[in-house]
T-cell receptor, first 116, second 112 residues
Framework: GAGVSQSPSNKVTEKGKDVELRCDPI?????LYWYRQSLGQGLEFLIY????????KSGLPSDRFSAERTGGSVSTLTIQRTQQEDSAVYLC??????????????FGPGTRLTVT | GQSLEQPSEVTAVEGAIVQINCTYQ??????LSWYQQHDGGAPTFLSY????GLEETGRFSSFLSRSDSYGYLLLQELQMKDSASYFC?????????????FGDGTTLTVKP
């Protein structure tokens, strides 16, 4: 596809359940980012990948959050034992990783997670 | 850590010029980006400043002063469609990817 895609677009889950959010970056983009955005708030950095490795996991809110990336492409963000405070829009972005172009991040449409 | 400050709301009329300021405190500063986000939409890239000075892209310009840890986004000839949230973001690692820390955003309302 031409852009970053994320699935599902919406997810409603019960407190205590695990959820998996998926991100397909733009083909060839080596850098991939996950952010969380609560209603009316800014973007909270969670984690980024360069290739399959994650140099910076400092934004993950707790050990219930984990992410992986395989084949330098698709990434999955997993939230275990979801809590109501996890409700937010989870945004994925990718960038080309080429020095002159890395400053621009291309965002997906997000996954709206609601924990009931 | 990093922190960014930008006004929470700005209102202007169609055809006017508006400036959205961003001040930052960070270590390892590498550049300042601006993103636009319409309600319910994804953020889209507007501009990037790696060096001091003004970058112009059509009706939008962005300015950076590294010595003042300050930047701004200037929107000219405002149109109704410019009503959106605008985020400044600091890039803090000198790598091929790096990490951007975003401000809380400025909601711009353009009135007729």
């Amino acid at each position: 596809g031409a852009g970053v895609s994320q699935s599902p677009s919406n997810k409603v889950t019960e407190k205590g359940k695990d959820v998996e959010l998926r991100c397909d970056p733009i083909s060839g983009h080596t850098a991939l980012y996950w952010y969380r955005q609560s209603l009316g708030q800014g973007l909270e950095f969670l984690i980024y990948f360069q290739g399959n490795s994650a140099p910076d996991k400092s934004g993950l809110p707790s050990d219930r959050f984990s992410a992986e990336r395989t084949g330098g492409s698709v990434s999955t963000l997993t939230i275990q034992r979801t809590q109501q405070e996890d409700s937010a829009v989870y945004l994925c972005a990718s960038s080309s990783g080429v020095r002159t172009q890395t400053y621009e991040q291309y965002f997906g449409p997000g996954t709206r997670l609601t924990v009931t | 850590g990093q922190s960014l400050e930008q006004p929470s709301e700005v209102t202007a009329v169609e055809g006017a010029i508006v400036q959205i300021n961003c001040t930052y405190q960070t270590s390892g500063f590498y550049g300042l980006s601006w993103y636009q986000q319409h309600d319910g939409g994804a953020p889209t890239f507007l501009s990037y400043n790696g060096l001091d000075g003004l970058e112009e892209t059509g009706r939008f310009s962005s300015f950076l002063s590294r010595s003042d840890s300050y930047g701004y986004l200037l929107l000219q000839e405002l149109q109704m469609k410019d009503s959106a949230s605008y985020f400044c973001a600091v890039r803090v690692l000198n790598t091929n990817a790096g990490k951007s820390t975003f401000g809380d955003g400025t909601t711009l309302t353009v009135k007729p």
